[in-house]
């Protein structure tokens, strides 16, 4: 046989077809639990982690997954990417605001009766450049827990000249229930964001006070190199129904914090203003405390009290105030149906 023959048999030989590729699972690298899975829990909630007596941690309807990414459009602020799986899920944006047809408001929500055991949700909200929008979020209702915890994380980034309003509804926190909060914040210095948190200890009026297990709640906020801007911690492990005091709620049953982060307004100015109007409150009796931020980046509030209308009706009036010094703007009813 000659070599040219050998070559020529060679080059005729079948060659076994490779395996089919593997069609990726649904979610793909966003149910590996490295995802999910916050990095650290707080050691008041991670000591009651454990094995589960139901549905084990990244089963079907234990770990909630939103991404959203909003971006400027020739028309408006525009929602261009959005992956979801239950029981997180959003209602279409709408552009109900005549003052302000450019900006989405956007309500997420949940499809379960509430956060359980071994839940992990993981929530991302992402802004491009130039873009404005409004956020919200039903309810959540950390329901009793027996067995490990559950954690809750957002991130938001926001792009340059972003003006992002993240407000969600109060979280309530049941009896037993072992809740970890993560708050994630990505800010360019030419951005704005005013962010609100609302915690509430139990089931009000039904009694329920402070008969949670553990609550905690961390904000980290950021600018994209990874200088620190703000942080606040939250921790709260109350011993027969107290709290522990002055230091840690006084007894308090709602608690909430409101953050403006801005350049658009001297952090002064907005200290000033945010104290003007919700010092009347304290006859309905809300406790507060406003401070400005290191580098004039912004104010903090916190506020304490202990009727849950009353404290929605301060967060909204601080909102509505810090909306028309920002933009020039008055704000809207917010609708969420």
């Not at 950021?222 to 703000?230: I, K, L, Y």
Request: net charge negative; proline share 8%.
């Amino acid at each position: 046989m000659t070599l040219a023959t050998a070559r020529d048999m060679a080059d005729t030989t079948p060659v076994p077809p490779e395996p089919p590729t593997p069609e990726p699972r649904y979610g793909g690298h966003r149910l590996d639990p490295r995802y999910y899975e916050p990095a650290r829990v707080p050691p008041e909630v991670a000591r009651h982690a454990g094995p589960l007596d139901t549905l084990p941690t990244g089963s079907p309807g234990k770990v909630g997954l939103l991404d959203l990414e909003f971006a400027l459009t020739g028309r408006a602020t525009e929602l261009v990417g959005h992956y979801e799986k239950s029981p997180l899920q959003i209602m279409h944006p709408h552009y109900y605001d005549p003052a302000r047809p450019d900006m989405p408001y956007t309500y997420l929500l949940s499809t379960g009766a509430g956060v359980m055991q071994g839940d992990r949700l993981r929530t991302d909200l992402t802004f491009g450049d130039g873009t404005s929008a409004h956020v919200t979020a039903a309810y959540t209702k950390v329901l009793r827990m027996e067995h490990d915890y559950a954690v809750a994380q957002t991130n938001i980034a926001l792009g340059a000249d972003a003006y992002v309003e993240y407000l969600p509804d109060p979280v309530i926190a049941f009896a037993e229930a072992r809740f970890y909060q993560q708050t994630r914040v990505s800010l360019p210095s030419s951005a704005t964001l005013v962010l609100g948190e609302t915690f509430v200890a139990g089931r009000l009026a039904r009694g329920e006070h402070h008969e949670y297990s553990a609550l905690a709640s961390d904000l980290d906020v950021c600018r994209p190199d990874g200088s620190v801007v703000a942080l606040d911690r939250v921790r709260l492990t109350p011993i027969a129904g107290a709290t522990g005091g002055l230091a840690v709620l006084d007894d308090r049953d709602v608690l909430s914090m409101l953050y403006v982060l801005t350049e658009r307004a001297g952090a002064a100015e907005i200290g000033d203003l945010l104290h003007r109007v919700l010092s009347p409150f304290a006859a309905d009796g809300l406790v507060l405390g406003v401070s400005t931020l290191p580098c004039d980046a912004g104010v903090w509030v916190r506020l304490l009290g202990d009727d849950t209308q009353t404290m929605v009706h301060a967060l909204t009036t601080a909102w509505q105030a810090v909306r028309a010094l920002l933009t020039d703007g008055s704000s809207p009813r917010i609708r969420k149906n």
